[in-house]
C-alpha cells in the first residue's frame, strides 16, 4: 500500500490552468478506473470534485478536469480563482479491496 | 441533506482503547458502503477501513489491521471504529466518509463528517 506521488505544490495565476499529476503503479491507477480527486481547504473535510478518473459529481465545476494514462492520473483546474486554493488529494482503488491516497499538493493561486 | 457526524475522540493513552461513532442522516443508509479515513496532524489523507452497505464485507489498511474494526448498526444509522492497542502514530483527525454510489465502493467517498480528532500519548 504505497503512496501514489504527487508534487508537493504547484501555483498560477487567476484566470491560467494548471495540473496536478498523480503517479501510481499496475496495483492501482493503471489497473483500475477508480482515481478519485479530492478538494481540502486548511480545517475542512475534503470535498470530491473528480471520481472513476473524468467524472464530475453534481454541482462540481466544470473548470476541474481528470485523466489517465498509463500509471498517471492528472487533474486540470482552467480559469483558476482564489478560492481555488486548497490541498489536492488523489486517490485510488486497489488491489484486495484497499485505497490509496497521494501525498497531497498545495495550489497557491498568485 | 446527507449529515455525517462522529463522535468519541480524545486523548489516550498509548496501548489504550478508542471507539469512534459516526451518526448519519439524509440518505438510505444500508445501501451504501462507508469508510474511516484519517489524517494525522499537517500531514496528508490515509484511507483505515471500509464496510459495505449490509456490513458484511470489511477491508482495513494494513497500519490498523489486527487492531481496529470497522462496523455498523443500520438499525440505528450509525457507523463504528474500534480502535486497540492505540500507538502515537494513530493520532489524527478520523473522518466518516459516504460512498457515492449505491452497492459500488470504489468510486470514491462524497460526503464526509466534520472529523473527530484522536491523540494517543504517552
Known amino acids: 500500500q504505497s503512496a501514489l506521488t504527487q508534487p508537493a505544490s504547484v501555483s498560477g495565476s487567476p484566470g491560467q490552468s494548471i495540473t496536478i499529476s498523480c503517479s501510481g503503479s499496475?496495483?492501482?491507477?493503471?489497473?483500475?478506473?477508480?482515481v478519485s480527486w479530492y478538494q481540502q481547504h486548511p480545517g475542512k473535510a475534503p470535498n470530491l470534485v473528480i471520481y472513476?478518473?473524468?467524472k464530475w459529481p453534481s454541482g462540481v465545476s466544470h473548470r476541474f478536469s481528470g485523466s489517465t494514462s498509463g500509471n498517471t492520473a492528472s487533474l486540470t483546474i482552467s480559469g483558476l480563482q482564489p478560492e481555488d486554493e486548497a490541498d489536492y488529494y488523489c486517490?485510488?482503488?486497489?488491489?484486495?479491496?484497499?485505497?490509496?491516497f497521494g501525498g497531497g499538493t498545495k495550489l497557491t493561486v498568485l | 441533506e446527507v449529515q455525517l457526524l462522529e463522535s468519541g475522540g480524545g486523548l489516550i493513552k498509548t496501548g489504550g482503547s478508542l471507539r469512534l461513532s459516526c451518526a448519519a442522516s439524509?440518505?438510505?443508509?444500508?445501501?451504501?458502503?462507508l469508510s474511516w479515513v484519517r489524517q494525522a496532524p499537517g500531514k496528508g489523507l490515509e484511507w483505515v477501513s471500509t464496510?459495505?452497505?449490509?456490513?458484511?464485507?470489511?477491508n482495513h489498511a494494513d497500519s490498523v489491521k489486527g487492531r481496529f474494526t470497522i462496523s455498523r448498526d443500520n438499525s440505528k444509522n450509525t457507523l463504528y471504529l474500534q480502535m486497540n492497542s492505540l500507538r502515537a502514530e494513530d493520532t489524527a483527525v478520523y473522518y466518516c466518509?459516504?460512498?457515492?454510489?449505491?452497492?459500488?465502493?470504489?468510486?470514491?467517498?462524497?460526503?464526509w463528517g466534520q472529523g473527530t480528532l484522536v491523540t494517543v500519548s504517552s
Open positions: 472513476e478518473g473524468t
Open positions: 486517490c485510488s482503488y486497489a488491489h484486495s479491496s484497499t485505497w490509496v
Open positions: 499496475d496495483s492501482d491507477v493503471g489497473s483500475y478506473q477508480f
Open positions: 466518509a459516504k460512498v457515492l454510489k449505491v452497492k459500488q465502493e470504489r468510486s470514491g467517498w462524497d460526503s
Open positions: 439524509g440518505f438510505t443508509f444500508s445501501m451504501y458502503a
Open positions: 464496510i459495505s452497505g449490509d456490513g458484511i464485507t470489511t
